[in-house]
């Protein structure tokens, strides 16, 4: 297993970032809220990936004995370029270095146990291999986050296929939530949430998965 802190490299340099966090948000799409028989929140739901579950292409994510449901959800990640505590959605875009794909890895039926219990999502979530990422792509580059196709497949089958224009709280809106109550550093990754579509993966499965304007990332199940 790898240790100490996860080098992301930003597309097309030399460069690339270790995050001190992974923020993620829960139900930001409705249909994937309404496909859990989960209420559309009206607030973000926040919940934290420690930096130990990044990995990168090429390492494999590996199934936890402890779940026998574990999940693939696809999702836009933010990464953050500039440190700012309380910043107001208009200056959001000045805080973000870029953007990548981040498969928000779940046992869904440790999260069901947590939730039936009131307890946090982070022992469904916190797995090591549980944060796959892309490389970044800068945000110079990508036009319009909000307006982008995002989609998974699982074996070449097609499980999530939907557009980034329909999450319920936008980026701005997320740096601005998020930081009124932590400092955003830089590297920081916010995982905006995923789409419907999302099931189980299985040892041997490949996961590809595709964000228009960064690329395809493929990971395979262990």
Not at 5 to 31: D, F
Not at 55 to 71: A, R, T
């Amino acid at each position: 297993m790898h240790q100490g802190k996860r080098a992301i490299k930003i597309k097309n340099s030399m460069e690339n970032i270790s995050p001190t966090k992974i923020i993620c948000l829960g139900r930001n799409y409705r249909r994937h809220a309404e496909e859990l028989g989960n209420v559309v929140p009206d607030k973000p739901i926040i919940f934290l990936k420690p930096p130990s579950s990044l990995i990168v292409e090429g390492e494999k994510i590996i199934l936890p004995s402890q779940s026998q449901d574990v999940h693939h959800e696809v999702e836009l990640g933010v990464v953050i370029g500039k440190a700012g505590r309380r910043i107001p959605r208009a200056k959001a875009e000045g805080h973000i270095l870029g953007y990548c794909i981040l498969l928000d890895i779940t046992a869904r039926d440790i999260q069901k146990e947590e939730t039936r219990r009131g307890a946090p999502w982070i022992l469904a979530k916190g797995f090591d291999t549980f944060a796959p990422v892309s490389q970044i792509v800068r945000r110079e580059e990508l036009a319009h986050p909000e307006g982008l196709a995002i989609r998974l497949w699982v074996n070449g089958e097609t499980r999530q296929d939907s557009n980034t224009r329909f999450m319920i709280f936008g980026i701005g809106e997320i740096v601005e939530y998020i930081s009124s109550y932590m400092t955003l550093e830089a590297g920081d990754i916010i995982a905006t949430g995923t789409p419907e579509g999302v099931g189980p993966v299985r040892k041997g499965d490949v996961i590809t998965a595709e964000i228009e304007g960064i690329g395809k990332v493929r990971f395979e199940v262990g």
